[in-house]
């Protein structure tokens, strides 16, 4: 039995689904299959029942990932005692961060972390799901809930300030007065049913309940796209917000919310020269979240 069989397995055992673990693995669906159809032949059982919601774990494969996931770990702490003695600043990082973070926060700042190390290739894997840095989903992480528990290395890198945005054309047309407007009165632009606890859903439900939601999206690019073209209004980070001429800042974060953001690491891997360059680029934009910084 191969590393690579058990791999496939788990891939699609925590995603339910080919397609997606295929693109967890950077493979193809049709590769998967073939995986875990090969792992299930060799074992003579069937691991997985397929219909038209996805695949399910049978009663086999769930002994079968409880064994699994042991060995991922004994072969991942392999891999982190090699990459942990790594002492060049050299190689590729895998950062899991979110949309909006990865667009206006790490982006714009790529060029200057590229000139010190040009030797280091960052991929930044933008998802609003939590990345395992347990499993090497990442090689770090940075995110605004704070991991409790983990042999992980947590740094705080700053707080990140959100506002209320609309569109300097949504604002007169509507006549709407900055810090002094009725929110139930605006169109919204909000996030799709499945994400509306991520940033601003909550505080939107809370504040304007009776507001009229315009447009969906599960991407904060998108909500700013359509906030700038006049759709409505939405909450964004300021450093986006505020740097843009054509946007307007109806409500300051003083009167909206500034969460923590953490950079996260698994402990073996901050020993790691490459890693590290890119965990202390990460911790010099902590002014860059603060809504002075683009003012």
């Not at 002994?63 to 990459?83: D, F, G, N, S």
């Not at 986006?240 to 003083?254: I, K, R, T």
């Amino acid at each position: 039995m191969e590393w690579d069989d058990l791999k496939h397995f788990l891939a699609v055992a925590r995603r339910g689904s080919l397609t997606e673990a295929a693109r967890d693995l950077k493979s193809s669906a049709a590769t998967v299959g073939r995986r875990v159809a090969a792992l299930e032949e060799k074992l003579g059982a069937r691991l997985f029942d397929r219909n038209q919601s996805g695949y399910t774990l049978t009663e086999s494969g769930g002994a079968v990932r409880a064994k699994a996931e042991e060995v991922e770990e004994a072969v991942l702490a392999v891999e982190r005692a090699a990459i942990g003695r790594d002492l060049r600043a050299t190689g590729h990082v895998r950062l899991a961060t979110t949309d909006d973070l990865a667009a206006f926060i790490v982006a714009p700042h790529l060029p200057r972390f590229h000139e010190e190390y040009p030797e280091i290739t960052l991929e930044i894997v933008a998802r609003h799901e939590l990345a395992s840095l347990t499993r090497r989903d990442a090689d770090i992480a940075l995110r605004s809930g704070r991991p409790q528990h983990g042999d992980y290395l947590v740094r705080r890198v700053g707080m990140i300030d959100f506002g209320l945005y609309g569109s300097k054309s949504y604002v007169a047309e509507h006549k709407i007065v900055p810090e002094d407007c009725d929110l139930n009165d605006l169109d919204l632009i909000t996030w799709t049913e499945e994400w509306s606890q991520l940033r601003g859903g909550p505080w939107l439900a809370n504040h304007a309940p009776k507001a009229r939601v315009v447009f969906m999206s599960n991407s904060p690019r998108v909500h700013y796209v359509a906030c700038k073209a006049g759709l409505g209004v939405t909450i964004m980070p300021c450093v986006a917000g505020d740097a843009d001429p054509d946007l307007v800042c109806l409500l300051p974060p003083e009167r909206l919310f500034s969460p923590d953001i953490w950079l996260v690491v698994h402990r073996a891997l901050a020993r790691t020269a490459r890693v590290r360059a890119v965990m202390d680029f990460l911790e010099t934009l902590g002014p860059a979240l603060r809504r002075h910084a683009c003012a």
